[in-house]
């Protein structure tokens, strides 16, 4: 099939179809688990020439598994190239050290993934980068902290633990109004849920260990760039210039399983948004607890915004009951579910934020945040929801 028609085939068959490998034939990908590749003499000639990818030299350079991948996120992010790395935290950190340098400002959302709220806030101050951490989803505030080395607009789709959903096309504008980069890490949407290049976001960035592998088994992350405001080489820079520096390059092995995991990511995601509000309707109305956070319901503060910006609401969900001790002995109790840090996979997994994912954050931060200790973060899987709603009944009994 050639580009043009891949590129106008549905989202669903687009993850499910890639070519076979043009010399076996194989219909599944190989894995081309090697580090290290045969040079031939012409090597530095077609180096030079700029033939990069189809020279294979060392696995932190590339690799084809890794290639692969990286072209099929590209169809499914609807982008224009892709840079995939051995985590999200890679992708996140290669992305900001490549693009920024120090004198450099950031414009944050405050309620991002702990380790890149640190990361903002400690590591990257050491190397002359400052940080504004703005509340995204107030656009007003968005606007007031932009200053004139702002560089980058940084914030999630839909954020930890509250699910906060920003205006994205209002900061969007804000941002390229003054020639500012957006950066959005899609991760708890997924690419099924949210494409936020199709709203002009310059770089998305997901954590491919969440919906994307889909399988709690393996640890990937990958920056997908639209042609725009960046030019349609920076991933390739960033690849040369920052991503084989630090050495945070995907494993083939792990690239196969990503791989594996797009083809089956909108069957899944789809059940999993449905068990999502069917457990978020059921926790609303029980009578143990106090507030369930879900874009897909009214009582959500962005739920108008998530109406109009995404055509699911979801896999993840939290809920409240009460304090930090509370929480732990209804997770502790769950038999189904599973009481564990990450998210995205077929298994219903559950954390309480303000111990697990923001542990670090100093309580005034948690505050801003609105992290309350009571809180438990769901991420719905593939179980009968009948199951699950009877496993979190039992648990909630003990309160
Ligand atoms: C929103 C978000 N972004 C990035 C990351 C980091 O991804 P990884 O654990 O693959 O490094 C996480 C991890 O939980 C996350 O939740």
Request: net charge negative; proline share 5%.
């Amino acid at each position: 099939m050639d580009d043009e028609k891949r590129k106008k085939l549905t989202l669903e068959s687009r993850m499910v179809y890639y070519p076979p490998e043009p010399g076996s034939m194989s219909v599944s990908d190989p894995i081309y688990m090697a580090s290290n590749f045969q040079y031939t003499q012409d090597i530095y000639q077609r180096i030079l020439d700029g033939a990069r990818k189809e020279v294979n030299i060392y696995s932190r350079c590339g690799n084809p598994s890794e290639y692969k991948f990286e072209e099929q996120m590209v169809y499914i992010e609807n982008g224009d190239s892709c840079l995939a790395t051995a985590s999200g935290m890679a992708a996140i950190a290669i992305t900001l050290f490549g693009l920024l340098k120090s004198g450099d400002h950031i414009v944050s959302d405050w309620t991002t993934y702990s380790t890149t709220h640190e990361f903002l806030d400690h590591r990257f101050t050491d190397f002359g980068v400052e940080t504004t951490f703005v509340d995204s989803s107030d656009s007003k505030m968005v606007e007031s902290a932009f200053r004139p080395n702002t560089k980058v607009l940084y914030f999630e789709t839909i954020a930890n633990p509250t699910m906060k959903i920003s205006d994205i096309e209002a900061i969007v504008k804000m941002a390229h109004d003054r020639g500012v980069i957006v950066i959005c890490d899609n991760t708890f949407a997924s690419p099924y849920v949210f494409r936020p290049l199709d709203w002009d976001v310059d770089i998305c960035l997901e954590s491919a260990t969440k919906f994307i592998g889909g399988h709690n088994d393996a640890l990937g992350g990958t920056i997908t760039l639209k042609n725009g405001l960046l030019p349609a080489d920076t991933l390739e820079k960033i690849r040369w210039s920052t991503l084989t520096k630090l050495g945070g390059s995907l494993s083939p092995f792990n690239a196969w399983l990503l791989l594996r995991g797009i083809q089956t990511l909108h069957v899944r995601v789809e059940k999993q948004c449905k068990n999502a509000m069917i457990l978020a309707n059921y926790l609303e109305k029980h009578p143990k607890v106090q507030r369930v956070w879900y874009p897909g319901l009214p009582s959500h503060p962005q739920h108008e915004i998530a109406k109009k910006l995404l055509p699911k609401f979801g896999a993840m969900l939290t809920f409240e009951v009460g304090d930090e001790q509370a929480a732990v002995r209804v997770l502790d109790a769950l038999e189904l579910s599973t009481f564990g840090a990450s998210l995205g996979g077929v298994r219903t997994t559950t954390q309480v934020p303000a111990t697990m994912a923001f542990l670090d954050v100093p309580p005034d931060q948690k505050k801003l945040m609105n992290i309350r200790d009571g809180m438990i973060r769901i991420s719905a899987g593939l179980e009968d929801p009948d199951d699950l709603i009877a496993d979190f009944e039992q648990a909630l009994k003990l309160l």
